[in-house]
C-alpha cells in the first residue's frame, strides 16, 4: 500500500503543474495564433493542426516543449518563446473549452 502511494506521489511530482486557466484571457491571447490555428481553433493552414478540444494537458505539455526547444518548429519556437506560464495554463484552457468541431 505505501509502495502505490508513493508512486502516484512521484507520478504526480513529474507531471508538469496545471494551474487552472483563464478562458476569457486565453481568448484574448489567442488573436497571436488565429493565423495558423484560427481564433476557433481550426487550423487555416495544412500544417498547422487544429486546437479546438484538445485536452488542456497535451496544450501545456506542447507549448512548454516548444518554449524550451525540447520539440522543435520554428514559428512555434518563436511563438512560445514569449508566453508566460499564465499565458499557456490560459490559451490551453481556451482551446479545450472549445471542443471538437
Known amino acids: 500500500m505505501l509502495a ?7 507520478m504526480t511530482l513529474s507531471q508538469p503543474s496545471l494551474a487552472a486557466g483563464d478562458v476569457k484571457a486565453g481568448r484574448t491571447k ?5 493565423a495558423c490555428h484560427g481564433l476557433d481553433g481550426m487550423s487555416k493552414l495544412p500544417e498547422a493542426p ?6 488542456e494537458e497535451y ?3 506542447a507549448l512548454n516543449d516548444f518554449r524550451s526547444g525540447a520539440r522543435q518548429n520554428e514559428m512555434m519556437t ?11 495554463a490560459n490559451l490551453a484552457a481556451y482551446y ?3 471542443g471538437k468541431q
Open 4 to 10: 502505490g502511494a508513493l508512486a502516484a506521489t512521484l
Open 30 to 34: 489567442a488573436a497571436q495564433c488565429q
Open 96 to 98: 479545450h473549452s472549445l
Open 50 to 55: 487544429n486546437l479546438a478540444g484538445q485536452t
Open 78 to 88: 518563436m511563438m512560445a518563446k514569449g508566453l508566460s506560464d499564465a499565458d499557456i
Open 59 to 61: 496544450l501545456v505539455k
